[in-house]
């Protein structure tokens, strides 16, 4: 008998039959033994129905009386969800009982709208497990210290399920998904592209943020911190397939150094097209330039992701970096108008079709010459890389969008990741 | 400047326009001064909507453990419109701030489904209507002594108004609704009723239970407990009426005694056809048969509301009651099979086709030969009284429903109600 987190997202929820067959699927796991939490999101497009409500009343909820109230309103989808999964149990004959956020409760700070978890009380949920309850908890939401409500942010309900296994210290917390676990790479560009039995989790850090969505990128974070085992798995296997091969399914993402010894260098190759270049060109060279650049543009809410400032020439330099590709226009704009006469640079040049392709796995800790097996890979197809960064486990380069398939498929086939890994 | 609560019901907040009209009318009664304090209901057809999909899962909950989840459901429609009016009020420039029944907390019972409020503790709402705030609180729900979330049964908002009222002595309590008023009768029957502009609690009691679905009979009860000054009034008014033509409107219920000294013998009458008729003959006439006939009714969950039992003959008697004319065949089956055979009765007969008229009025106490007077016009009117009950402040009768609208207007003109009161 183990303590099992579950957590099903708003497809899984989307519908009362779609609700019974996640209970089906809860009611194996609890036949099986284990005590059992689950966390699922609202039912597919409630949350935004409900922030649609919201925004024809106000259209810019900013001030923070305003926001406390979208999360109040937002906050009921996960409710009723919970409510429903714990009656779709209780008609097959397992005992359940649903909480909010803020019965648990899951305290957060009080970052409307995008509230990080600061402890969680686990009492009243050992109670109820040792009473033979399975307990439903509401994803996405907690309350803070002034007794609010809070939401976590979009996707915040991996987030809650993770934090709730920390808390518990659970066995295992299984992320039912739309995607069958982590591959190598996107199977849609590279069909051979293979499904990983486990990750490390710095491995899925990177390949989270790089855009591989399969998991929110602070439930990771938080696995990590909290070192909690945690699996992708699919939701649309069949919820009566045995218990014993569900729960092998999808893919681990561990945390032992250790098992990461027999493994390929390289984990899996990420990319994404969503991203615009921008290069700020004859940058005068001096303390607080790169300030004086994004600065604004951080203050005009524009995240910027890779940046790259080479050595200069004769005072002057060149800056470079990436916004997503919606906010390129609104950067060169603020740029040409605002920042380059204020900073006195020569030129402002960007370009909207590129891609970032990254080649992530945590041998490359103690493995050399990967980042240049990359570079003659791409050289030898004839592919000019524009930009370049790299981290411990990481290496990417920015390309011009069009080689991104052909660059992706020779990246995977020369990093081995067609082959079977060695066992383990 | 005075504390005011607000109610308004599901058609009131049924869209986002409308709730736009909501916050304008509020923000009238904000701009004249006046500490305001809302409990809306949730948008109509929300609860039906809500409930609907739980009973898709669990088509009978009737344990503790299903209704505790109904009630968590059913709970988050006045959760989303309290968030919605707040942002309403707030796009409208006035500071306003959204509770649910746990937070403020409204302390109820633990009987899910129907829980009674037990506590309302005000710190928190004081706090924000001395710092300026409309604070707007759920109908409807509240929390138990363990943390569940609890509902007040259908129209519990009118109650969770009323309530919250009597725990912060407002001035007076408005509630909203889609008629204007309480009126002598219903004007559908009777063209000439006239809407009184006062009614006493006790005859507004008498008038709700019998048939005139103004206010939820227990927020009537709670406005009489705490002597709230309550006031039921038009929400299709236009919000921008002038402010004092809007606080005299409506029907105001009031608890001072003196104020009836000039008032009408008879406030209004009461009707209702929703109810059939049983009589069991030659009923032994011995002690403890009155609960052999009415206990295994009662525990059929069927509900009793005239009981007449005359006296006896020949130590036989015949007892009579009626039902809701939807429990009828039930009831019959019920006697038939189960207790006439036990108790020793003759015969049973039953029937649906009556309606049941009363006049209503604290004037009554005091003011011999009412009855008299209600028998009188409908003798004179050549309709036979089938069954006849008193109490201080009501007589009703049971007809032949075809003499319903006929009993009604000789009545209401027997005793002069379209002629105006006397001012006051």
């Known amino acids: 008998m183990a303590l099992i987190v579950h957590k ?9 039959e779609r609700i019974r067959s996640v209970a089906q699927r809860v009611a194996k796991w609890v036949h099986a033994g284990h005590q059992m939490v689950v966390v699922p999101s609202a039912m597919s497009g409630e949350t935004n129905r409900l922030l649609g409500l919201a925004k024809e009343l106000m259209p810019n909820a900013t001030t923070p009386e305003a926001m406390r109230e979208l999360d109040a309103i937002a906050a009921t989808g996960e ?22 956020g803020w019965q648990v409760p899951l305290e ?19 109670a109820d497990l040792a009473a033979g309850r399975v307990v439903i908890i509401t994803g996405f939401q907690g309350i803070d210290a002034e007794g609010n409500v809070t939401t ?34 996107d199977p849609r560009i590279v069909p051979e592209a293979r499904r990983l039995s486990t990750i490390s989790f710095e491995e899925m850090l990177e390949m989270a943020s790089l855009g591989s969505k399969v998991l929110q990128i602070r439930s990771v974070e938080f696995a990590g911190k909290y070192r909690v085992p945690t699996r992708v798995l699919s939701s649309f296997t069949p919820h009566d397939i045995p218990i014993d ?8 993402i561990t945390f032992e150094e250790d098992e990461k010894m027999e493994q390929a260098v390289v984990a899996g190759i990420a990319f994404n097209r969503d991203e615009a270049k921008i290069s700020v060109i004859g940058v005068p060279d001096r303390p607080g330039i790169a300030y004086a650049l994004l600065g604004p543009v951080a203050e005009a809410n524009i995240d910027v992701d890779v940046i790259i400032q080479n050595v200069s020439h004769d005072g002057r330099t060149d800056f470079s970096f990436t916004v997503h590709r919606n906010d390129y226009a609104r950067t060169m ?10 900073v006195g640079a020569a030129d402002v040049r960007g370009d909207a079709r590129i891609c970032k392709v990254s080649i992530v796995g945590i041998g490359m800790k103690s493995h050399v010459g990967v980042a240049a097996r990359m570079f003659q890979t791409l050289s030898s197809e004839g592919i000019n890389i524009q930009m370049i960064t790299t981290s411990e486990i990481k290496t990417s380069v920015v390309l011009d969008e069009k080689y991104m398939e052909l660059a992706v498929r020779a990246l995977h086939k020369a990093f081995g990741l067609e082959e079977p890994k060695a066992a383990g």
């Not at 009080?110 to 509230?115: D, V, Y």
């Not at 993770?162 to 190598?184: F, M, N, Q, R, S």
């Open 333 to 342: 704009e603020l740029l040409k108008a605002k920042i380059l006469p204020a």
């Open 79 to 100: 409710q009723v969800s919970v409510g429903l999964l714990a009656l779709a149990l209780q008609a097959q004959g397992v005992s359940a009982v649903s909480y909010g």
């Open 152 to 185: 976590l942010g979009r996707g915040g309900s991996d987030t809650s399920a993770v934090a709730v296994a920390a808390a518990l210290k659970a066995a295992e917390c299984l992320i039912y998904t739309d995607v069958d676990g982590v591959y190598t790479t």
């Open 8 to 16: 099903y997202g708003g497809t899984s929820m989307g519908s009362t």
């Open 108 to 126: 957060t700070d009080s970052a409307f709208t995008k509230a990080r978890i600061t402890r969680i009380d686990d009492r009243r949920v050992r």
């Open 245 to 252: 091969e569900e729960a092998v399914s999808g893919t681990l």
